[in-house]
């Protein structure tokens, strides 16, 4: 099991910055990928970014490439998302995703393990 909270989350105008965060626990061995979606109201859920974290390996939906960076701190079990140059059509609920097996770092399908969300709001 693996319990993921995630924070970060806000408002801010078009062309600013936000950094989420993902805190990670679970009572056995830390998750092999994480990963960073999106659902906006009516839209089905995005892939943002992910992470094989002891690979260092990263993958980007092509909506968020050269503006979203996806980092981790192993030692902490933290996971973040580096947002800058924000457009409106960047708000949506933000939700870390976890799992032990590593197959498409960006594909819903790959991770069983969720959290509660985030919402990340852009005016213009």
């Known amino acids: 099991q693996v319990q993921l909270v995630e924070s970060g989350g806000g408002s801010v105008q078009a062309g600013g910055s936000l950094r989420l965060s993902c805190a990670a626990s679970?009572?056995?061995?830390?998750?092999?990928?994480m990963a960073w979606f999106r659902q906006a109201p009516g839209k089905e859920r995005e892939g943002v970014a992910g992470i094989a974290r002891f690979l260092g390996r990263t993958e980007y939906g092509d909506s968020v490439k050269g503006r979203f960076t996806i980092s981790q701190d192993n030692a902490k079990n933290m996971l973040y998302l580096q947002m800058n140059n924000l457009k409106p059509e960047d708000t949506a609920m933000y939700y870390c995703a976890a799992d032990y097996s590593c197959r498409n770092l960006i594909s819903e399908g790959s991770y069983n393990y969720w959290g509660q969300g985030t919402q990340v709001t852009v005016s213009s």
């Open positions: 679970t009572s056995t061995y830390s998750p092999y990928c």
